[in-house]
């Protein structure tokens, strides 16, 4: 098996293959980010340019370091003062871009497209690292990966994702790659948070935590997106957390081994109990973050691997 892609800009386009490659790959980075060296060639004589329209310290700093473990110049280009605060667009920073001869484009947008706008005008294989409430392909790959590692297999599990959905473009990229590697994906929280078309993903639809939360391997809790949020979505913090946090008390209802992930940052005692997150018989969050450098340093060696093939036999 190979990874025929030239870019990451979500995990619609991947094959159930394809993620087994990057999470096997990535395996190989975690022995590598635990030993005494951490770093590698595989990116030796490249470029990357992490450009940031939103800011993110956990992933920027995730992506920072996986380039600079494997041996690439690596740029962070701060977008928030850029020209395109002066009215330059998109596509003329790409064509910028293309004048740099960069290799690897890492993009946050706040737009979703946007992403994919560039990848189409860029000569440079694109890694997206959020776009608006479209995907987070790398946050769904790391979560797979924490969730294989933690449970030993990555199919015909029951996960529950739990909070904002309709905010998240987390859930939107977790729910196609858990889909497609044969899970049970049940979305928990307020209607005004799981809007009735996610089902039409295969995901089941439940408001209430505990009955939603019955049985499950795997519990994923998400962020209140307030900054994405422009009308009253719930009535206040402290009912929500009431009906929709974690505690240990809904999390009873889980199955006795099940794992509470969170992508981070966590609102505590709004999404999640303090004592919850920080359980290390339950919580694989602190794994979360280890696994995201391993498997963005999988998914820049295999696109980096591919800027070497022939354009026709390479697909977006």
């Known amino acids: 098996m190979s990874f025929q892609h030239r870019h990451l800009l979500g995990i619609e ?18 022995t590598l980010n635990r030993s005494a060296r951490k770093h590698s060639e595989a990116l030796a004589g490249l470029t990357q340019i992490n450009m940031f329209f939103e800011a993110s310290t956990r992933t920027q700093a995730s992506f920072e370091l996986a380039g600079k473990r494997l041996g690439a110049d690596v740029m962070n280009m701060a977008m928030q003062s850029s020209s395109l605060k002066k009215g ?30 560039l990848a189409q005008k860029v000569n440079c294989a694109v890694l997206n690292a959020g776009d608006g409430r479209h995907e987070h392909p790398t946050q769904a790959l790391l979560d797979a990966l924490t969730i294989r590692r933690a449970k030993g297999r990555l199919h015909r599990l029951n996960i529950a994702i739990c909070g904002d959905i309709a905010h998240s473009r987390v859930a939107r990229s977790n729910i196609l790659l858990l889909g497609k590697m044969e899970n049970r994906v049940r979305l928990i929280g307020p209607p005004t948070l799981v809007p009735s078309q996610f089902a039409e993903f295969g995901a089941e639809i439940y408001d209430d935590m505990r009955e939603g939360l019955n049985g499950v391997d795997v519990v994923m809790m998400l962020r209140l997106q307030k900054e994405r ?88």
């Open 229 to 316: 949020m422009d009308g009253g979505f719930i009535p206040s913090e402290r009912e929500y957390y009431h009906r929709y946090g974690l505690d240990a008390e809904k999390l009873a209802c889980a199955k006795p081994d099940a794992i509470v992930m969170h992508p981070g940052p966590m609102n505590r005692g709004v999404e999640i109990d303090g004592e919850i997150a920080d359980d290390i018989n339950r919580s694989v969050i602190q794994e979360q973050v280890e696994m995201g450098v391993a498997v963005r340093m999988a998914a820049m060696d295999l696109l980096a691997r591919n800027l070497r093939e022939a354009p026709q036999t390479v697909m977006a």
């Open 13 to 30: 386009p991947l094959s159930p293959a394809d993620i087994t490659i990057i999470l096997d790959l990535a395996e190989q980075y975690v």
């Open 88 to 117: 330059e667009t998109l596509i003329d920073t790409a064509l910028t871009l293309n004048a740099m001869h960069a290799d690897l484009l890492v993009v946050r947008h706040p737009h979703s497209g946007a992403v994919d706008l």
